[in-house]
């Protein structure tokens, strides 16, 4: 006989205003595109309409799309791959080292992490600047992966912890050397909490804005943030058009989003109580 699960009541509502508070800027951005501006600038303007694919047809002529779609793959490939290929060992040896230096080095982690995003522009486009990668995808990806980083680390090593290191000492006794060990026990047993973080770094990364449009000087180089942006310009706001770009951006987020959902969900929770 199955179960019947008994609805919460404070869970449901808490549920229902959360669906209620992301959902209805996602309804209005998708109503938004499929409207002309006059119905939108109406103060008539309402659910009901005769939808249009003006605003789509006038998005996908634009030649800039193509070109910040792709800037915007690239950085969120090359940010997630930078990120994890740093945080993975840094995480696994906070989770294997046992001396005074965890304690301080995570700390040091988390006082990162909160530092204003803000705060780092100066200095980064300083260096970026000195370095001669301003206007390059090399320097957006260097600066995007040095905001994650700290925040990849202290996600992934609750991962590795939890990989016994029983299982570990068993490969060193049959040989194993200590790089073989990484690579072929702990990588593997740890690899729900690589996917999740790799997934919540693409998706984070494709849709930042705040360095791509600083770092980058020239708008054929912007990411499809930036190109949004672009739709307010001095003589007003074409809201159709900048709408349509946000949809079609989200469109490889949302894909990613489905394929990752259950990578998402488990590694989120067992992240949350490790």
């Known amino acids: 006989m199955a179960i019947r699960k008994r609805r919460e009541p ?7 205003l959360l669906y209620g508070l ?26 009901f309409f005769a939808p249009t694919w003006d605003a789509y047809a006038s998005a996908l002529a634009d030649r800039q799309l193509g070109a910040s779609l792709s800037q ?9 791959v930078l990120c994890l290929a740093f945080a993975i060992p840094a995480a ?13 080095a995570l700390a040091l982690l988390v006082v ?8 780092n522009l100066i200095p980064l486009f300083w260096v970026l600047s000195q370095w001669g990668l301003l206007n390059t995808n090399v320097g957006l990806i260097l600066a995007d992966a040095t905001m994650f980083l700290p925040w990849a680390v202290l996600l992934l090593r609750p991962f590795f912890s939890a990989v016994p290191i029983a299982i570990e000492e068993a490969g060193l006794i049959d040989g194993a050397r200590s ?13 729900n909490g690589i996917l999740t973080v790799s997934s919540i770094i693409f998706l984070v990364s494709w849709g930042e804005f705040l360095y791509g449009i600083t770092f980058m000087l020239t708008p054929d180089k912007y990411p499809m943030s930036a190109l949004i942006a672009q739709q ?24 990613v989003y489905v394929f990752s959902y259950r990578l998402l969900r488990t590694g989120l929770t067992l992240g949350a109580v490790k």
């Not at 404070?10 to 229902?16: E, K, L, N, P, T």
């Not at 209805?24 to 659910?47: C, D, G, M, R, Y």
């Not at 696994?92 to 301080?104: E, G, S």
């Open 10 to 16: 404070v869970a449901f509502s808490f549920r229902v």
């Open 22 to 47: 992301y959902g209805l800027p996602l309804l209005w951005i998708v109503l938004t595109s499929f409207k002309s501006q006059n119905e939108v600038l109406s103060s008539q303007a309402s659910l």
């Open 72 to 80: 915007s793959a690239i950085i969120a490939v090359g940010t997630t």
């Open 92 to 104: 696994y040896a906070l989770a294997r080292v046992n001396n005074r230096i965890v304690v301080p």
């Open 112 to 119: 990162l992490q909160m530092i204003p995003q803000t705060a």
């Open 179 to 191: 790089f073989r060990a990484f690579f072929s026990i702990a990588l593997p047993l740890a690899r």
């Open 232 to 255: 307010a310009g001095a003589f007003g706001i074409d809201w159709p058009r900048m709408m349509a770009f946000a949809v079609v951006s989200s469109l490889p987020v949302f894909a």
